[in-house]
């Protein structure tokens, strides 16, 4: 099993319209908004309300990609920008047989202390499991 230190995720790339696609399956976007609005309900970290989730559907935009082929897909860990200089870091699986995707995990980091799912720009894109 892959993890931080071995795994065979590719460099860090700009994002392409088939990668934006893919994060704008409602079965990807709306499963990472879900997740970040229960975990920013489980840390108190960001003070999201409904509002800011409309606002984050629509600012969604991949900045960043990188992907891991696996023997029963693609993982693609994806940098998009939710707006205001926020972002968030998921990891989408594409299945190998179908055309399939489905939304995996947001990453998650202790930052000062503090659990969060919220990025800037200049934080790097790495691989995660969760």
């Known amino acids: 099993m892959s993890d931080e230190h071995h795994n065979s995720m590719s460099p860090v790339m700009d994002t ?48 960043k990609y990188a992907e891991e082929e696996i023997a029963y897909g693609i993982n693609y860990f994806l940098k998009v920008s939710i707006g205001d200089g926020l972002y968030i870091h998921i990891r989408v699986h594409r299945h190998k047989s179908q055309d399939k995707c489905d939304f995996y995990a947001l990453h998650e980091v202790i930052k000062h202390n503090i659990a969060t799912c919220v990025f800037t720009e200049d934080d790097p894109l790495t691989y995660f499991n969760y």
């Open 16 to 63: 392409t319209p088939e990668i934006q696609k893919i994060s704008e399956r409602p079965e990807v976007i709306y499963s990472a908004i879900d997740t970040l609005y229960r975990k920013h309900n489980e840390h108190r970290v960001h003070r999201f309300t409904e509002e800011h989730r409309e606002k984050h559907i629509a600012n969604w935009k991949v900045t």
